[in-house]
């Protein structure tokens, strides 16, 4: 089985990426949260800073593009191309409402005419292979079978299914036999993504679909950072997790927005520890760097371990 770290916006950014690599093996490829290219055709600093040479990088890393103009994300595949990508991902699944507003991530489920002219174009004209993430539907998931139709005409790299409806969000069980459908008779490789807190989780989905080679793992990876080689041990979690608060310091210029960002990492990994209760209300409300530290050492060191995280899909 292959296994890939999914996009997620706000947490596995180039830094943490960078470091999850040198603390923790077993991820195959880490999927990069979306950037959208707009009609000013340059990448904004921020986006430079996340979409670093291919070659600088000791992993695997895919791009992935959200937007629905076909010549502006035309442009941002040569980029990619140019820093020495070979795949991008296309966002087909993003739930937020001022994205599905502008038809765009799950929006693009909506108007399946237009996502068939849309991918015609960039098939056509794109200069790296591209894999595409989607979600079964938008309100409900009747036009599935047609959304596979779609897909299976075009020469999709890897279709990776994250099988819920866009109104469900990040919410809720997923939907099993939506990812058959996917599946069945799929002429190219299909990856599955949803709620896998463990290799345990991963090893269930292998048994039932067989033919399935690659998992992507979200929420999951960030509450257990070691799931992948054998289990979060405790040192290399204190040693990632230093490194990573010590780098968003520079990078963001602020402790306190190095509190925030780790704030949203600890959201996940509190899910690891028994009896965090006390100690996570008290990270919560923490806006003191040293004090924050202290905190998240102190759960690190002192409280037991759970075999993989509670975590609360
Ligand atoms: C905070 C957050 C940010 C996300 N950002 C992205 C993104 O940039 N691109 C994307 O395709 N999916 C994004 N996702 C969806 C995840 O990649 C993944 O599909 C979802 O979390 C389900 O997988 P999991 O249950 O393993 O977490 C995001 C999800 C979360 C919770």
Known sequence: ????????????????????????????????PFISPTIHRCLTNREARELPKAESVPFAAVPQLLGKNVDDMLWAIAVCRDLGYDEVNINLGCPSGTVVSKGKGSGMLSDIYA?????EAIYAKAVLPVSLKTRIGVNDSESWEKLLEIYRDYPVRELTVHPRIRK???????DM???AK???????????????SSLDDAGKI????????????????????????????REALKAFLNEL?????TVF?????????????????????EGSEKLWKEMRKSTDYDRFMAIANEIIETLPMRPHPEINW
Not at 115 to 119: G, K, P, R
Not at 259 to 268: A, E, L, T
Request: charged share 20%.
């Open 168 to 174: 469900a969000f990040y919410k809720g069980d997923c």
């Open 182 to 196: 996917a599946v069945e008779d799929s002429p190219f490789p299909v990856c599955y993504n949803g709620n896998v």
């Open 245 to 249: 608060s010590d780098t968003y310091c």
């Open 115 to 119: 996502l068939d002219a849309f991918l």
């Open 1 to 32: 089985m292959r296994y890939y770290y999914a996009p997620l916006e706000g947490i596995t950014d180039a830094t943490f990426r960078r470091l999850h690599s040198k603390y923790f093996s077993g991820v195959d490829k880490y999927f990069m």
């Open 206 to 233: 292998a048994e039932q679909f067989p033919t399935v080679e690659s998992i992507m793992i979200g929420r999951g990876l960030v509450a257990d950072p070691g799931m992948l080689c054998g289990g979060t041990d």
């Open 253 to 273: 210029e602020s402790k306190r927005n190095a509190i925030y960002r780790m704030k949203d990492n600890w959201h996940y990994l509190i899910a690891l520890f």
């Open 177 to 179: 036999a939506a990812f």
